[in-house]
Structures are given as C-alpha cells and as structure tokens.
C-alpha cells in the first residue's frame, strides 16, 4: 500500500521548509533510512529518511518549492502501484472562484473586499494567490490567471515571482510589459521599481550582459538564512530607536586569564576556555543586575519584559549565514558550564543541525568581531530584544605607568547598542560601567567562584 512522505516539523518555531535538494527520482527504489531529500529551515538544515522501503511513486513538490511542514512531499508504495490521492494534500488546492456578487450597494468604507475578488485594475485573485504575492513582493493584480473565470492562483504568482515576470513597474513600464516588452536590465527605480528604461520594447533584442567582472558575477539567491538575516535587519532598524554606546576595558587581566587556561587548563581538566568564553561569562553575570538592559519587548501586548533570567544568545558565524543560538540560564553556569554550552551549539550551527527551538528565547545578545581586528562597530538589536552588545579587538593604547611616563597597555573595545524606546542612556552606561568592571576583575571573580 502506498504511503505519503511528509515535510516533518523541525522544532515549534518552524511553519514551512525549503526542499532544496531531491535525492532521488520518481521510480527509484528505496530502502528504510535512504536519504529522499534536503531540506533548509530559515534557520538550519536537514535530511529526509524514507520511511519505509519501496519505489518512489510520485513526487509532489519540487526542489526549491516552500512547503508547509506536514504537506506531503512524496509517495512511496509497490513498483507499478497506484499513487492515488496523498493522505494529507500537500498544498492545498486552490478554491473554485466565488460566483459574482448580485448588483448592490458598494462595500461600506472600513470593511475589506471579500477575498477573491479583483484587485484595482487587475485579475481576481486567490486568497492563497494574495497571499504568497504580498510575500513575494510581486503585483497579482498585472498577472494573467490559471484558475477559473481567469483566477490568479499562488501557482500563477510563484512562477511569475520565479520568471521575474511580475516585478514591480511603473505605470509605462507596465503597459511596455503588457504589450510583450521584456526587463532589460536591473531596476532603476526607487525600492527596485522597474520603469520604461530598463525594458526592451515588444520584439527588440535585449543585449547580453556586458564582459568583464560584472559578466563573471556570481548570482546569489537571496533566501534562506541569508533572507531571514536581511529582513530581520531591516526589521530591528524599523522597529527599534538604536543607540550605540563605545567603551572599552584594560584587557591586561583578561589576557593573562586567558593565557593561564591555555596552559594549564587542559591538565586541570577544563575545556578549552576561549576569551568569548571569558567575555560572555562575565557578561551574564552582570547582565543579572540589569533587568532593563536584559529585557524583550512584547509588542502586541504593549509592555515591557524585565527579565530576572539570562538566555544569552551568541552570533555564530556559519556557511550559511549568521545564526544566533541561545544558552538559557546562562548566569548559572560555571564557566566551564558554559564554554561546553557555547561550543557545542556553535558546532552545531556549522554543521547545519542545530534544534530550531534553541535559535529563539534570548534575552541578551553577545556578537564578538574582535578576532577579526573591527575596532568599533554598531551592532543591530536581535529583536525582540532591548540590547546588543558588541565585542571588538584588543588594542594596545598608551597609559600612565607606575614609574611614571607612559606605557602601552591592552584594552578591549566594547560597543552597547540599546533600544532607547525600552532602556534609556544613563542605566546602559551603569551597566557598560558595571560590565567593564566585570572584565578588568575577571581573575578575581574566578578564584572567588573557584570557576576554574
């Protein structure tokens, strides 16, 4: 009997995942645990095992298809056996175009057209079909539809989203495309508006791509992670008022802290402790004394959440993007605690594994460039967090020495980016104050804690 293969849900934060990548064809032979697919979250990647044995009958989505977790994907049965009807649609079919309303008295202001209905100047389009083309960013209204009574469907809107068919234009550009104009050449308009001169008019040539670095240009999708991380940006820089404090901490104890685990850390059977350790370490501890700095905003409710306890989330740079694990309750953690906390999901978001559900819940993030020389930087509020912290290089800066003169002595750069709608000026200071009090006191916190 046949069986449907479904999109599995990865974890409660994920509602739909990008099948990249068929591993197999429809008639091929699978056995138990054979890879059928690659899939890719918005966060991490994975791999579909076959549930059974058996032939590939059907496949219902295709590769670079946005399926929502539990559709069916695949059918496997029975060489030569009848796929017939998946037990659970995978997407689900579109509905039949609504009759026309009778004659009557126009819709009353404040209340919406009922969906299906055309859009100004344009087709009627599916709730689905809508939908999908607000998320795509593409005017269902210019398309030609599929479905009945010429229906615009998110079938419709996918492939003209994939053509670049349906961009968005300028009134004369639309007419030019409507007319069989074809793009000519990147957007010049305002917000990536195509207008009449970047088309080609109906028949005429569109000339190739000019030579040198720009016809050896790679062409990156811009999905996935890379996607999540770029809305997420333009998000916090929308939603949050961002201020950036700079300070910076004598480096001198933490260096040689540092350098005391590298040699003997291993013989007293600690980890290997990094510096991030050591920063993020102290960070959650004083985090602790600063619920307006480690805070979140619940913005459908309105109010501000003040947090006692520190999830810290900590920017992992990977292959396929930035990724932002969480170490929750991170202030109770030894230091060693939390080097192995901190490697093991660092690990894991390299390798593509990491549980979705540990990619949310932060209270507090730590993003740490110092390794790669940035001296200052702005850091962007992961929202719905209050604050940010920025960890730069360590340089060597003069200073008055204890024989008198100067002498160059390391410190570490610092950059705090707070919301100042949440937090004002003067208790994220106390807290970069307290916290570079942290970091210049670390060797004596630990032999105080006996964190080594």
Known sequence: ??????????????????????????????????????????????????????????LLVRAGDLVPVLSDIAIIGGPGEDPGRPASPAPVPEPAAPAPPPPGPATPAGIGAPSGVPAAGGAPISPRGRKLAEKLGVEASRLPGSGPGGRVTSRDVRAAAESGLAARTSRLAGEIMAAGGRIAGPPSGIGGLYLARDLAAPGAEVPPASGGEEAEAEAVPYKGV??????????????????????SADASGLLAQHQFFKEHGEAAGLPRITLNDLLCWVTARTLTGFPEVNATFDRAGGVILRRTRVNLAVAVDTPRGLLVPVVADAHRLSLSGLSLALAKLADDCRKGSINPDLLAGGTFTVSNLGGLGVERFTPIINSPQAAILGICAVGRVPAPGEGGGLVLK?????????????????????????????????QASLALRGAR
């Open 226 to 247: 890379r996607k999540l991380v770029g809305d997420r940006m333009r998000q916090s820089l929308e939603e949050h008022a961002q201020l950036t404090l700079d300070s």
């Open 1 to 58: 009997m046949a069986v449907s293969v479904q999109m599995p849900k990865q974890g409660n934060t994920v509602v739909e995942c990008l099948l990249v990548e068929w591993k197999v064809g429809e008639g091929d032979r699978v056995e138990a645990g054979d890879v059928l697919c690659a899939i890719e979250t918005d966060k991490a990647s994975f791999e579909i095992p076959a549930p059974e044995a058996g032939t590939v009958l059907k």
């Open 410 to 442: 390391p410190r570490i750069g610092l950059s705090l980016t707070i919301d100042h709608q949440l937090v004002d000026g003067a208790p994220a200071a106390r807290f970069l104050r307290e916290l570079v009090r942290g970091i210049e006191n670390v």
